[in-house]
């Protein structure tokens, strides 16, 4: 158990969510219990994580009566809540696929309802806030009005030619719709082209595969390239959530088949390792996970996973919500890239390449599109530039 974790609230959400018997483990959690808990700090906490579905299985299936009945009230009228908003999200997510499907628009449905049926066997056991969809590029804008056709908004309308940068230089679009209170979130690549990640589309499109969803089956990503596309998630959003480690965790237990070879294969081809190992690592530490030997040694031989891994802790495990700011989290990043030449790109792309703020910053016609460039680096230097004085020269 990580050191970083002190609070007993904590403690029980780490070992509860684990999978698998566990005699030992049962009667720590009891003895936790008996010396009392925060009730609303751990209800809150396994809401913010997304652990509210797995809390509460534990406790149905290890029923105890040191539990406070205040407790298992709250978590059953969450769950209940989950279950039936996941399935709505889940009924959406199957009526755009056949939408998409009509207007022969090809759309890849992965994490949500997909990641819960494949990783959990229920979509009631996964907390999941938004629908992801893959869409190929050159569908993308199809998608886009399809979706507008049907009460979904965007937060910024692009230009054609702000379209077509961001298109190029970044990988999703978010649309909300206030009557059915659903995010969606269409892709075309599985991160921004600064993180310097060489993903080949086609030979994910190549490798789905089919999973069941109530009353149909859709296609999806392979468990391997899922594996590899959650652990870039994760150490995007610095793993912000434990309900992502677990999912991780879930996936290489439920497909014990998973071809290794491949995926170490893939992780060098892309230049991801750290990412991985980190990801592995967490799933390790705090889900139980027992992992093969070569990635035990793989890890062992790099410094900077454990270094990486403290730096989640801190921020899993704060009393409260993580304060890190934008700049933290790009160190961050930056420290996740093994090359040289991948931190100078990520600089320069992040630095320079416009982007939705700097587009609602200031309004240029799009012959004038060039100047944006301008602009970037400029209303970054106002946004960042004290902090990251204050960082060099009072901290």
């Known amino acids: 158990m990580p050191k970083e974790i002190v609070r007993p609230e904590d403690t029980l959400l780490v070992w509860c969510a684990r999978k698998g018997p566990d005699a030992e483990r049962t009667e720590q959690i009891r003895t936790i219990i008996l010396k009392g808990l925060d009730a609303p700090y751990l209800i809150e906490t396994a809401l913010r994580h997304g652990l509210v579905p797995l809390l509460y299985r534990y ?5 105890m009566d040191e539990i406070p ?3 298992l009230e709250r978590l059953h009228n969450h769950f209940r809540k989950i279950a039936l908003w996941n399935l709505g999200r889940t009924m959406e997510l199957l009526r755009l696929i056949d939408l998409f499907k009509q207007e022969g628009v090809q759309a890849i449905p992965y994490k949500g309802p997909v990641l819960a049926s494949l990783a959990y066997g229920d979509l009631s056991l996964r907390q999941f ?3 992801d969809i893959f869409i190929p590029l050159q569908h993308v804008k199809t998608a886009k009005d399809l979706l507008l056709s049907q009460g979904y908004y965007m937060d910024f309308i692009p230009t054609d030619r702000q379209e077509d940068s961001y298109l190029k230089s970044k990988e999703q679009y978010s649309f909300y719709n206030d009557k059915n209170k659903i995010l969606v979130e269409i ?8 993180y310097s990640i060489s993903i080949d589309v086609d030979e994910l499109l190549k490798r789905l595969q089919p999973i069941s969803l109530p009353g149909r ?3 999806t990503f392979s468990p391997e390239d899922l594996f590899l596309i959650l652990c870039i998630h994760g150490s995007k959003h610095l793993w912000e959530r434990l309900g992502w480690v677990y999912d991780v965790a879930n996936l290489i237990e439920v497909c014990k088949q998973m071809d290794w070879e491949r995926v170490l294969e893939q992780t060098c081809q892309m230049q ?7 990801g592995l690592w967490l799933t390790k530490d705090l889900a139980g996970l027992e992992l093969p030997e070569e990635i035990i040694r793989k890890i062992g031989r790099n410094s900077e996973i454990r270094k990486l891994a403290a730096k989640v802790y801190k921020r899993l495990f704060k009393d409260g919500r993580n304060s890190d700011g934008l700049l933290e989290e790009h160190l961050f990043h930056l420290r996740l890239k093994e090359h040289l030449t991948d931190k100078a790109r990520y600089c320069l792309e992040l ?3 416009p982007n939705m703020g700097d587009w609602q910053y ?14 970037r680096p400029f209303r970054l230097t106002l946004q960042y530039g004290p902090r990251l004085l204050r960082r060099v020269f009072i901290d």
């Open 59 to 63: 406790f149905e299936i290890h029923p």
């Open 69 to 71: 009945k205040e407790i």
């Open 129 to 131: 806030d938004d629908l």
């Open 187 to 194: 892709h075309w690549q599985i991160v921004s082209r600064y």
């Open 217 to 219: 089956e859709v296609m």
């Open 272 to 278: 991801i390792e750290r990412i991985v190992l980190l």
């Open 351 to 353: 630095g320079v390449i």
């Open 362 to 375: 200031v309004s240029f016609p799009d012959s004038l599109f060039p100047l944006y460039y301008l602009i």
